[in-house]
């Protein structure tokens, strides 16, 4: 018996420390927040949530420089990003970029925990451009979904500690 309580208090501990979220509650966030749940909003979404997996952070402990392509419409990637980081240019931990992300990609995102200085550099290609204005033919959970299903949506690279 005391064997499952351990376990039980585990999976509790567990879980108040994972995101709420749920997908309805990501499009409500990113409607009130941006003004428009478009596809590029769970992009950007997505690649929050991985560097907070990947960095093993916490919310609001990662800073983010994102780099606007030429070809980008917008830079509402970092909108999505700084949902699901908690992070803001109030706070200091959001930047965008004054230099253009590399020819032939739409964003480059640089995430960095801000005490290690550990980071990632993520890169959507150009190519993903057509596909995520398609998605906004789309219901808002959709998007959703297309953009957390995507295969390939970006490349991502580790980062020295500067």
Known sequence: MRGILVAVVLCLSAAVGARAE???????????VHGFFGGFIPAGIRIGLDAEERL????RSLSVLYYQGEKAPCPCVVDGVMLALQASPGQGTVQI???????GLMAVIVIRDRKTGQGLRYAIADEWLPKMLAWNKDEPLKRYDDAMQAAGLYAVAALPAP
């Open 56 to 59: 093993k952070a916490q919310p």
């Open 97 to 103: 970029a004054a230099e253009k992300a590399p020819a």
């Open 22 to 32: 749920t997908p309805e509650e990501w499009v409500a966030l990113g409607t009130r």
